[in-house]
């Protein structure tokens, strides 16, 4: 047979949601595919969660008896890969209909793409989980995490420095000229890594908009995933620190026009800044708005940086002065996820009767009306302050 198209998939565990992606992955296989298994040191028999792959399809499985890390387990694959196309795909996905060939029809129009990422939601709500990643000098950020998938943001296909691997492609010609993933990361910014030096051999990375597909995220593996978090982050930033572009502040630009076009009468407010979140970054939020707030140099500033989280979330009632909550000024609370400010219902319902024009932005480039249905409509909090992909 002859191979056009590769699939990888690396395995490690995962018996309680691996049927689902095996269901949506069979009717997204491309004609002349293989499709290459590697069971990365799973304590599961990986055998019993395989299923029968029709005859069209060459499957093969590697078996490594001790985990090796995604890299690792990834390359192992396509060292014997051999089709012109390649695909990485994570088990804890569901794939929309016609994923993979969306990809494929991407890298086949244009030779100048390097990696084609996807749009990516989470099952447990159906908001934004990936469509791209943004830097700061010291954070890499999933872009427009939370966002509602019909927004206008994210319904636009994006060039970006790099892509979760969760569900990606490639021509294998790109990884003959980059090399495979650095072995030397172990569960995290492998994929981040090989995007960038993409982008350095003169690549551009996409995300198309057209499928969306759902990504549990994290699951795929076991509590050991993150073992090696700070390791990698220290891979990482020693590796591209200096050379990284800071384009945080470009999405964010992006979300405040989108949203003061809807909210005009906002753009005048003389809003109290309440940051709560650590860190330098509340700096770049701030100038990403510049353009957009012609007041911006009355605002007042509260720094809440330090103060007490519970469990990730932020309970305004203890956090902030008593006599906050009847301020005439609008409040822009500037916070990590804006789902960190979910569990403050009583808060905001006597806050109403002082101002009902507060707002909330968050480092995903998420700007909310507190009043509005859209903040408390289905998400959940889902990031660690890493942020790793």
């Not at 809440?304 to 000024?329: C, E, K, T």
Request: aromatic letters at 10%.
């Amino acid at each position: 047979m002859t191979v056009e198209h590769t699939v990888v998939v690396p395995i490690h565990n995962g018996s309680e949601f691996i049927h689902l992606f095996w269901h949506s992955l069979l009717p997204n296989l491309l004609p002349n595919s293989e499709l290459l298994l590697v069971d990365d040191g799973s304590r599961e028999d990986i055998r019993q969660l395989v299923p029968p792959f029709p005859a069209d399809v060459e499957a093969r499985v590697f078996r490594n008896d001790t985990p090796q890390g995604y890299a690792r387990a990834v390359n192992r694959a396509l060292s014997a890969a051999r089709g012109t196309y390649v695909y990485l795909l994570n088990t804890d996905l569901i794939l929309g209909n016609g994923a993979l060939a969306l990809i494929h029809g991407c890298l086949e129009k244009d030779a100048g793409i390097g990696v084609v990422g996807a749009k990516l939601l989470y099952p447990q709500t159906g908001k934004i989980q990936h469509v791209g990643l943004a830097f700061t000098p010291t954070r890499k950020l999933h872009i427009f995490t939370h966002m509602n998938p019909d927004h206008v943001l994210v319904n636009v296909a994006r060039e970006v420095q790099a892509v979760t691997f969760a569900l990606c492609g490639m021509r294998r010609q790109l990884l003959d000229e980059t090399g495979p993933l650095d072995s030397e990361y172990c569960n995290g910014s492998e994929d981040i890594d090989l995007s960038l030096r993409a982008r350095r051999k003169g690549y551009r990375n996409v995300v198309p908009c057209e499928v969306a597909s759902f990504h549990w995220e994290s699951l795929s593996g076991d509590d050991a995933r993150h073992a090696t978090t700070s390791e990698n982050e220290a891979r990482f930033w020693g590796r591209w620190g200096s050379s990284i572009e800071n384009d945080l502040g470009v999405y964010i630009g992006e979300s405040a026009r989108v949203f003061f076009t809807s909210y005009p009468q906002l753009r005048d407010a003389r809003y109290t800044v309440v940051n709560f979140t650590p860190g330098a970054d509340v700096h770049h939020v701030l100038a990403a708005l510049q353009s957009e707030l012609p007041h911006r140099a009355e605002f007042a500033f509260w720094d809440y940086s330090r103060v007490a989280r519970h469990r990730g979330q932020l309970w305004l009632a203890m956090a902030l002065p008593f006599d906050a909550i009847r301020s005439p000024r609008a409040f822009m609370f500037i916070v990590h996820e804006y789902p960190q400010l979910l569990q403050n219902s009583y808060w905001f319902a006597q806050r109403r009767r002082f101002c009902a024009d507060d707002i909330v932005i968050d480092h995903y480039g998420n700007i909310i009306r507190v009043n509005d249905a859209a903040f408390s409509s289905g998400a959940v909090r889902q990031k660690s302050v890493m942020d790793v992909s």
